[in-house]
């Protein structure tokens, strides 16, 4: 099979041949047809990787090919996906109590295992969630990150429906979370760098739409009544410190990107209103489930450009460079 693998820490893509690989106890092969490339692909690069040479991708969907021994839930010819959960060791503190995205020795399809940089992959079979009819591979592959990182935050933040909710940047994730949001019935706010972003945001549901560079973002939320939550889904942390005033009183900051540098906040405006700033997990496979079937149902799509396998490096480097609109999905 073709496989596009990071040979060691710090190395460049390369694309091979390896032998397909067959699923052991508890685990499926699944014959991948899309997936979707992703920033925490660099990690792989980075040294992240549990060994070398390995395989990246954690936005794969694709069809059951095979399952191995104890497997009874899945069966040959079923579309899958397979995402960042890749697998829960059951026995640790966090999965006895059913926290299986904060196991304590969680699989990370692509840094534990091979990805979905190939025509097969291999995962166990709690790692997989089901794709619903309506949603094409192309479509469904991303939702498997990007989608379940913006639902499932949206939905573990709090905010009730009808409650007014907030989308920090538009993006990757950001233009998947104004969906999410806008359909689900929350009062959404889109907020971004520029004026001709305006138009976008609302063409993607948003009722409201704040120019970061025009505004105090903290002062036009309050005027909206204040956000039950903001969704964080930019690297920037000076922008999202800025919307902690206009937060709701118990209002949570959900934090979805990864900035570089220290999150420093004013205290007195936590203290003053009962803030809260939540750091977000993505999800597990049943997550990820959930939010492939809400997507197909209330028309939740990603704006994808595709590439072919061999071109996993050139996909890469328009993801890192912020070329892609507004993902990079691969096919094979």
Known sequence: ??????????????????????????Q????VTANGVCHSDAWAQGGMASEYPRVPGHEAAGVVEAVGEGVEQWQPGTRVGVGWFGGACHVCDPCRRGDFISCQRMGVTGLSADGGYADYLVAPADALAAIPQGLSDTDAAPLMCAG????????????????????????????LGVQFASKLGFETVAIARG?????????????HYL?????????????????????????????????IPGL?????????GAPGEPLSLPAPDLISASRVVAGHA?????DSEDTLRVAARLGVRPMVETAPLEEAATAFRRMMDGQARFRMVLTT
């Open 211 to 243: 120019d970061s560079t025009a505004v105090d973002v903290g002062e036009e939320l309050t005027k909206l009544g204040g956000a039950s939550a903001v969704l964080a889904t930019v690297t920037d942390a000076a922008a999202m410190a800025a919307t």
């Open 148 to 175: 379940v990182t913006t639902f499932h935050g949206l939905r573990e933040s709090g905010a009730r429906i009808g409650d007014l909710v907030a989308v920090l940047g538009l993006g990757g994730l950001g233009h």
């Open 248 to 256: 709701a009183p118990r209002g949570r900051l959900v934090v979805l």
């Open 195 to 207: 004026a001709e972003k305006g138009e976008f945001a609302h063409q993607l549901g948003a009722h």
């Open 28 to 31: 499926v092969l699944v014959r």
């Open 282 to 286: 993505s999800g597990t496979a049943k």
């Open 1 to 26: 099979m073709r496989a596009v693998q990071v040979p060691a820490a710090e190395a460049d893509f390369e694309v091979v041949e390896r032998d397909r690989p067959e699923p052991g106890r508890g």
